[in-house]
């Protein structure tokens, strides 16, 4: 295969990876549902059964699953367990665990261990329950529970699910050691109290002690959703075309041949609009129409803006913070702590994207700014002002 196929082919595979980012993003940010099913399952990999994220043209879990968050907690309870307490990684005991068995994770909220691109931290706002559970021929099926409780009750839930809760010096090794607690339950065993992922659920709901789960949501959404997901995988019309806009933008961008930074700033604004323009199709407050533009660029302007900016009436650090307030995995909600490439780059079960941003470009001219429309301002790449540029990030 030839340079240029090659590098073709890379860059196909790695926009699936942002369509399925995108399409998650969406589920639990905008859509906010307050379950969600993760397409994993088994690959044999030098000999051994390893898990590999589906959408992800395969790629092992490990690999995508980051080891900063919360201090390498999450990777440890997947990869390696505790093996001083005899506990295996989850991915291990998944490996022998007859059909029927169900291995449940505590993933609470506060300290993650992760930092936006200016440093400051993210904070998870919502507790996450994982269960994983194997099926005939050793296929996987898993799910998130989106859940709003404190330390306390996670503790609680804990206990129902048969496990020790020992005392901890701090909360952050206090979140440490609850994520590494993980229940497992074998499918052989008929005196588990545990056998299917309704009950993960009704316990959840016994311990919060009413209906709701998440603002806005209910435990019985999240019963429904179980029984049929297929009910919940619609998405906003303009969804596809969005994505197909960004991809070729991706292309056109590699094809300039521009510098590496200026190649990473650009998408990074690019992929931030396609965010930002989704919320905004959630929030009601433009006409569809608006939101698609023809992808027959005739200027390097209108392709570094995505076409977007001059074309809509929009206030970016509205979107911004609007989106910001949203519940989510990668932070969100009132304290504002996440930023946009931090939402689309982690998640509670790893870094799944790398888009880290730079500082490095400068803000070299004057003009009217596309994002907030005030001027003359200094302008960085793609006529952005400093200001704005920060909201984007």
């Known amino acids: 295969m030839r340079t240029g196929e090659r590098f073709n082919t890379a860059l196909d595979s790695e926009l699936v990876k942002v369509k399925v980012d995108i399409e998650a993003f969406e589920d639990e940010y905008l859509k906010q ?6 397409n994993i399952g088994w690959k044999d990999v030098d000999d051994k059964q390893r898990i590999v994220a589906k959408a992800y043209n395969h790629a092992l879990l490990e690999s995508v699953t980051g080891k900063s968050e919360r201090e390498g907690a999450v990777h440890d309870l997947w990869f390696t367990g505790n093996p001083s307490q005899n506990v295996p990684g989850v991915e291990k005991w998944l490996q022998t665990a007859p059909e029927n068995s169900l291995a449940v994770i505590v993933s609470p909220d506060g300290w993650s261990g ?20 194997t099926k005939k021929n050793g296929e996987l099926e898993a799910y998130t529970f989106r859940y ?21 010096a701090n909360q952050k090794e206090q979140i440490k050691q609850m994520l590494k607690n993980v229940a497992f339950f074998r499918g052989d065993n008929p005196n588990n109290k545990i056998k299917n992922m309704k009950d993960v659920v009704d316990i959840m709901e016994e311990i919060k002690g009413n209906n709701i789960t998440i603002k806005g949501k209910t435990f019985d959404d999240i019963r429904a959703f179980l029984r049929n997901p297929q009910d919940f995988l619609h998405r906003h019309d303009k969804t596809p075309e969005l994505i197909h806009q960004f991809k070729e933008f991706v292309k056109w961008e590699f094809s300039q041949g521009h510098m590496e930074q200026e190649t990473t700033t650009n998408l990074q604004i690019a992929l931030a609009l396609t965010i930002l323009k989704l919320n905004r199709l959630y929030r009601d407050q433009e006409r569809p129409d608006d939101i698609i533009y023809s992808t027959d660029y005739h200027t390097r302007k ?54 880290s941003t730079s500082e490095s470009y400068s803000f070299d001219h004057e003009g009217t700014c596309v994002a907030c429309r005030n001027g003359p301002k200094k302008l960085g790449p793609c006529d952005i002002c400093e200001s704005c540029d920060v909201s984007l990030r």
């Open 33 to 38: 549902l307050a379950g969600l099913r993760w």
């Open 114 to 133: 992760l930092s936006t691109p200016d440093e400051k931290p993210i904070r998870y706002t919502e507790t996450q329950v994982y269960a994983v559970k």
């Open 148 to 168: 709003e409780a404190n330390i306390l009750q996670n503790e609680q839930l804990q206990r129902k699910f048969g496990l020790t809760v020992s005392n901890a």
């Open 302 to 355: 209108d392709v570094a803006i995505y076409a977007y900016s001059k074309n809509l009436d929009m206030n970016y650090k509205s979107e911004v913070e609007n989106l910001q307030k949203r519940g989510g995995c990668a932070g969100g909600g009132s304290k504002k702590e996440v930023s946009l490439f931090s939402s689309m780059g982690s998640s509670r079960i790893g870094e799944t994207i790398s888009l």
